[in-house]
């Protein structure tokens, strides 16, 4: 194998090198006695990464979530690469199973002595099922306690060893031993329940603008006090917060029609504190949570807007309101905790981790596209993961670090502009080729363009020279410049367009032509030859990629000046497109300069 292009080497011990790297990543590498099934003697133990050289970037949503991402041409020579940089926090995924229309999921213990959890439960629309796992296998079980025919709206371990389900009938209580129903409370006039809310010993349920609060207490569900919004109740929260012991005192309610945040003394229900949030967007999931020692209130909006306040919670009063945009989508916000520290998972189309960093709120995307439902998840088989659902899969994996840059490497072994209608990335490459005995050249190793799915030649009128064959000498390297075209989702170099001898490319820009719908990579070059001190000629070469079939393109040629910025250049004229009537090619005529035009394909 061959390593980084070294500018320093540190033997450190028991075989061990540090190859220490400018151009390239940096490695730990392992040199052996005996070879492998390559036939090297050094092994890659460890890879540093470096974005360094950077020779241009650009910045793109592939996703259109908002969540832009930073593509890089990094490294030279043989250590060329594109890097694509996500600041973001990685969810690894670790099992995957088909199963649409999750409406909500939570974690169990089904005994008493277990320290880890062993069950899922998963909510639909009209029904309920209870996952088993088992190590890192999951299979389909039944609890006697629980209803599986209604949609449950939370369920959870309480106190005094027992489990609870709540669904749009009932609040059902169940041993933890049996698995038997024990203790079940129903509005008393058999109005079904719309929200709910439950912590290990309190349960706040709401029956249109009824709330009721519930006590759980050993095999009993006890009603201690109700009270009467003014309008519909749509979202619940009775976190405990500080030092309660598992007991929270305030309830933060979040409303329909007056689109306000309450928060509520319990168990009497006095309202503390009122919170315009204003608009016609109702809130869809309201929170309390505690980050760095700091109480807050976070309350979620139907169009992915988020509140979040500095929360008192002896008075109940909000303060310090702030206002971000997390996605498009109702966000459904939920706790977990990650080394030792309490975080919020917000669900959404563009899902979202928040977490506190010296006493400030930061929002840090998720690597996920979309996600609707989430719980934390403690298994065997599965410890300190997170279970996820979107609209057709249950996912469960680890969380990444808190705010970590993802680096993705695209090695090229060899300038970069985003092309958003062809989706499609244009990268200029150069590759070093070398002659043989023979007189014909071939590259030196393996590269991005000499790996195109397809590929094309540059031809010239006015630089016939470049076209030819030309001496040199056995052994002599040649450097080739291309333009490679790569999909922007799979990095797969589509095809390659490799220019004349002589020919660096320069620089690159993606756009548009006059009125020409079309959109163009536009490529400056420079004609470089040995005996002049500087370049005196350059082309403006204009591609168009055309889905997936191949790449037309116009050229400029230019004698009396070199052409480096094809951005500049294009901007300087009045440019006008026409068509030729018989071959239907596309002219781009500009008058910034005078010279010779033609069109190929």
């Known amino acids: ?26 490695q730990l590498v392992k040199l052996n006695v005996d070879s492998n099934e390559q036939g090297s003697y050094v092994a890659v133990m460890e890879t540093f990464t470096n974005l360094g050289p950077i020779v241009d970037m650009c910045v793109v949503d592939l996703e259109r979530q908002g969540q832009g991402q930073l593509v890089t041409c990094s490294g030279a020579f043989k250590e060329g690469s594109l890097r694509i940089i996500r600041n973001g926090i990685g969810i690894h995924e670790h099992a995957s199973i088909d199963l649409p229309g999750i409406k909500g999921l939570w974690p169990l213990r089904s005994d008493a002595s277990r320290d880890t959890d062993d069950m899922l439960v998963l909510s639909f629309v009209g029904q309920t099922r209870v996952l088993m796992l088992n190590g890192e296998e999951v299979e389909e079980t039944e609890l006697p306690g629980f209803v599986d025919n209604l949609q449950t709206f939370f369920c959870g371990n309480v106190a005094h060893k ?19 129903l024990v203790s079940e409370w129903k509005e008393p006039n058999g109005k079904n329940i719309s929200v709910a809310s439950c912590n290990s010993s309190q349960v706040v349920v709401a029956v249109g603008r009824v709330l009721c609060y519930l006590e759980i207490q050993c095999g009993e569900l006890k009603q201690i006090s109700s009270t009467e919004m003014e309008h519909e109740v749509a979202c619940l929260d ?13 309830c933060a309610v979040g409303l ?5 945040a309450r928060i509520l003394n319990l168990p009497s229900f006095n309202m503390l504190h009122k919170e315009m949030l204003g608009g016609e967007i109702i809130p869809r999931s309201i929170l309390m949570t505690t980050f760095e020692g700091s109480h807050y209130l976070l ?21 310090d309101r702030k206002k971000v945009t997390l996605g498009t989508q109702p966000t459904v916000l939920r706790t977990f905790r990650s080394l030792s520290t309490t975080n919020v998972f917000a669900c959404s189309d563009r899902p979202t981790v928040i977490y506190s960093s010296n006493h400030k709120l930061v929002f840090s995307n998720v690597n996920l596209k979309e996600v609707n439902y989430m719980c934390p998840l403690n298994s065997e088989g599965y410890p300190d993961s997170l279970a996820l659902a979107n609209n057709s899969t249950l996912t469960i994996g680890t969380i990444d670090e808190i705010q970590k840059l993802h680096i993705r490497t695209v090695p090229l072994n060899e300038r970069i502009c985003y092309q958003e209608g062809s989706q499609c990335f244009g990268v200029l490459s150069s590759r070093v080729e070398v002659q043989d005995a023979s007189g014909a050249t071939a590259a030196v190793r393996p590269s991005a363009s000499t790996q195109a799915l397809s590929s094309s030649v540059s031809s010239s009128k006015l630089f016939p020279s470049s076209t030819s064959p030309h001496e040199t000498s056995f052994g002599e390297e040649i450097e080739v410049h291309s333009l490679l075209i790569v999909d922007q989702h799979t990095f797969e170099v589509l095809h390659a367009h490799q220019f004349l001898q002589n020919e660096f490319a320069l620089s690159l820009v993606s756009c548009k032509l006059g009125k020409d719908p079309n959109i163009y990579f536009i490529v400056g070059t420079a004609m470089v030859h040995p005996e002049e001190a500087e370049p005196k ?3 403006i070469v204009v591609f168009q990629y055309c889905d997936g079939v191949d790449v037309e393109l116009a050229r400029q040629e230019e004698k009396r000046m070199m052409l480096q910025d094809a951005q500049q250049y294009v901007n300087q004229g009045k440019v006008t497109v026409s068509r030729h009537p018989k071959t239907g090619a596309t002219d781009l005529h500009v008058a910034a300069a005078k010279g010779y035009l033609e069109v190929i394909k």
């Open 256 to 260: 329909w029609t007056d689109i306000s």
């Open 1 to 26: 194998m061959q390593t980084s292009i070294a500018d320093c080497l540190t033997y450190l011990d028991n075989g061990v090198v540090f190859v220490g790297s400018r151009l390239g990543d940096s």
């Open 162 to 180: 027992q489990l609870i389900q709540i669904t749009s009938g009932s609040v059902r209580l169940v041993t933890q031993e049996s698995k038997a």
């Open 238 to 250: 009775i976190t405990p917060l500080g030092d309660s012991n598992g007991v929270s005192s305030l």
């Open 537 to 539: 000629q350059g082309r």
């Open 299 to 319: 309350c979620a909006l139907g169009d992915g807007a988020l509140f979040y306040f500095g929360l008192d919670v002896h008075t109940g009063v909000l303060s």
